[in-house]
């Protein structure tokens, strides 16, 4: 194969007529061939060991990317793991409380007389926990109203039934437990100490305090909070706050001025909570969803800006 190259790479090259005194190939011709000849085998062989690198390259790097995957898979599964551990082990501890409110009772009784009264003796126990500790046992409810309506909220973004954001739906609870529920309490007494009256516009005059100047305090505390939980920065917590108050205010608008013609003209004041928390499980849905899509679009600027601003500086390096 060489010699094939070099008398093809000779056929070009200048010669002289041949004489029978002077050789066919002079000296310098056949050093040139030599070199040439050199030169090429030492390109193949550079080739071939630079092919084999990059075939021990690339089989080096691939066991690296299946543990990637698999370390993936792996923490998948196991928040799937843990986050149906959460939801099956509270759902069954309050059903099963729900279903034994009587258990000392139970002697003698059937399943149809088991049954049968649980729905009144847990609303005995709910009243008595409010005359016990009202507080409490609101601040109870909004806690676990407020992290069912972030998983709600998780499951309608998309999100598969076991893989929601925990800490997300932790930070929605705790600020249920401890803001709403106490605050709520309070506000309902203030509400009726406002408006003292018997007439028929007290309700609408209520229906409207209740829309304007509580929520309006309301949404500022719940988006506030949890920015704070979510260790945001006060300029993003305004800026978020700032660009969702108006939207988030009249969002409730399509919804609550009805439900509180019940809230004000129906329920008696110690349980309006628990009816509000039941409308609560629509609402919180939206302004968890509100809340989170704001700081992940922000979050999501923010990586994007933050790529196409280190690209220039990487091409005015190289």
Same mark, same amino acid.
């Given at each position: 194969?060489?010699?094939?190259?070099?008398?093809?790479?000779?056929?070009?090259?200048?010669? #002289?007529?041949?004489?029978?005194?002077? /050789?066919?190939?002079?000296?310098?011709?056949?050093?040139?061939?030599?070199?040439?000849?050199?030169?090429?085998?030492?390109?193949?062989?550079?080739?071939?060991?630079?092919?084999?690198?990059?075939?021990?390259?690339?089989?080096?790097?691939?066991?690296?990317?299946?543990?990637?995957?698999?370390?993936?898979?792996?923490? *998948?599964?196991?928040?799937?793991?843990? +986050?149906?551990?959460?939801?099956?082990?509270?759902?069954?501890?309050?059903?099963?409380?729900?279903?034994?409110?009587?258990?000392?009772?139970?002697?003698?009784?059937?399943?149809?007389?088991?049954?049968?009264?649980? /729905?009144?003796?847990?609303? *005995?126990?709910?009243?008595?926990? =409010?005359?016990?500790?009202?507080?409490?046992?609101?601040?109870? &409810?909004?806690?676990?109203?407020?992290?069912?309506?972030?998983?709600?909220?998780?499951?309608?973004?998309?999100?598969?039934?076991?893989?929601?954001?925990?800490?997300?739906?932790?930070?929605?609870?705790?600020?249920?437990?401890?803001?709403?529920?106490? %605050?709520?309490?309070?506000?309902?007494?203030?509400?009726?100490?406002?408006?003292?009256?018997?007439?028929?516009?007290?309700? /609408?005059?209520?229906?409207?305090?209740?829309?304007?100047?509580?929520?309006? *305090?309301?949404?500022? &505390?719940?988006?506030?909070?949890?920015?704070? %939980?979510?260790?945001?920065? !006060?300029?993003?917590?305004?800026? $978020?706050?700032?660009?969702?108050? !108006?939207?988030?205010?009249?969002?409730?608008?399509?919804?609550? /001025?009805?439900?509180? =013609?019940?809230?004000?003209?129906?329920?008696?004041?110690?349980?309006?909570?628990?009816?509000?928390?039941?409308?609560?499980?629509?609402?919180?849905?939206?302004?968890?969803?509100?809340?989170? $899509?704001?700081?992940?679009?922000?979050?999501? $600027?923010?990586?994007?800006?933050?790529?196409? #601003?280190?690209?220039?500086?990487? +091409?005015?390096?190289?």
């Amino acid at each position: 194969m060489a010699m094939s190259v070099a008398s093809s790479i000779c056929t070009l090259l200048p010669f #002289s007529k041949p004489h029978n005194s002077v /050789p066919l190939f002079s000296s310098q011709t056949k050093k040139r061939c030599r070199i040439i000849i050199s030169s090429v085998t030492e390109d193949r062989q550079a080739a071939s060991v630079v092919s084999k690198d990059k075939k021990v390259l690339e089989d080096s790097s691939s066991p690296s990317k299946d543990i990637t995957e698999v370390a993936t898979d792996t923490d *998948i599964l196991t928040g799937r793991a843990i +986050n149906a551990a959460i939801v099956l082990g509270f759902g069954a501890f309050a059903v099963t409380k729900l279903l034994t409110i009587d258990h000392d009772y139970w002697h003698g009784w059937t399943l149809y007389e088991i049954l049968k009264y649980v /729905p009144e003796h847990n609303w *005995i126990a709910y009243e008595q926990s =409010l005359k016990a500790n009202p507080v409490l046992a609101k601040m109870a &409810i909004s806690g676990v109203v407020y992290s069912i309506g972030d998983w709600i909220a998780q499951c309608y973004e998309g999100k598969p039934i076991f893989e929601f954001d925990r800490a997300r739906l932790f930070r929605s609870g705790l600020v249920g437990f401890t803001l709403h529920g106490s %605050l709520s309490h309070y506000y309902y007494q203030l509400c009726e100490a406002l408006f003292p009256f018997q007439q028929w516009w007290v309700v /609408p005059a209520k229906v409207a305090f209740d829309q304007t100047v509580w929520s309006a *305090i309301w949404n500022t &505390i719940y988006f506030v909070v949890l920015g704070l %939980l979510r260790f945001d920065s !006060l300029d993003n917590i305004y800026g $978020e706050l700032k660009s969702t108050f !108006l939207p988030m205010l009249t969002a409730g608008w399509k919804l609550w /001025p009805f439900a509180h =013609l019940i809230t004000y003209g129906v329920v008696p004041v110690e349980q309006r909570l628990l009816w509000v928390d039941c409308i609560e499980l629509i609402w919180v849905t939206i302004l968890s969803t509100y809340s989170n $899509e704001k700081s992940e679009s922000r979050k999501s $600027e923010e990586v994007s800006e933050t790529a196409g #601003s280190s690209t220039p500086s990487q +091409n005015s390096e190289e």
